[in-house]
């Protein structure tokens, strides 16, 4: 079936966008922690088919019978799944205007070392 040709969009328009510049469809954006399509897709498979992939990669760990390198694998994932790896965290030095990136360890030593200043600081 075809559109009349009142209801194309004309090639300036189509280049333009529907939205003005710096706005999206949805300002406010997916709510945190909301599954998209696909992984509602995947739960529901394995819901429906009574499979947990969590039980699946405990009973690989656990199993004798699988290699080590198989099992160390699996436990790994697992891993991955309780302890998701953090990011690195950016901040913005106001005194000389630049911006970097510290691991969660180097935030909290420059953390503790500001603390320390802080209280020698206090004490003079």
């Given at each position: 079936?075809?559109?009349?040709?009142?209801?194309?969009l004309?090639?300036?328009?189509c280049?333009?966008?529907r939205f003005q510049p710096?706005q999206?469809?949805n300002?406010?954006?997916?709510?945190?922690g909301?599954?998209?399509?696909?992984t509602?897709t995947?739960?529901?498979a394995?819901q429906?088919?009574e499979?947990?992939?969590?039980e699946?990669?405990?009973?690989?760990?656990?199993?004798?019978?699988i290699?080590?390198?198989?099992?160390?694998?699996?436990?790994?994932?697992?891993?991955?799944?309780?302890?998701?790896k953090?990011?690195?965290v950016?901040?913005?030095d106001?005194k000389?205007?630049e911006?970097?990136v510290?691991?969660?360890e180097?935030?909290?030593?420059?953390?503790?070392q500001?603390?320390?200043?802080?209280?020698?600081a206090?004490?003079?």
């Amino acid at each position: 079936q075809h559109k009349s040709a009142d209801s194309l969009l004309s090639t300036e328009e189509c280049i333009k966008g529907r939205f003005q510049p710096g706005q999206s469809g949805n300002p406010a954006g997916r709510k945190p922690g909301s599954k998209n399509k696909r992984t509602l897709t995947i739960l529901e498979a394995c819901q429906k088919n009574e499979f947990d992939p969590i039980e699946f990669l405990i009973g690989v760990a656990k199993n004798e019978e699988i290699e080590w390198k198989d099992r160390i694998k699996a436990a790994c994932e697992i891993n991955g799944c309780l302890n998701p790896k953090l990011k690195a965290v950016s901040h913005s030095d106001i005194k000389n205007r630049e911006t970097f990136v510290l691991t969660k360890e180097e935030f909290l030593e420059r953390w503790d070392q500001l603390n320390y200043e802080e209280q020698q600081a206090n004490i003079k």
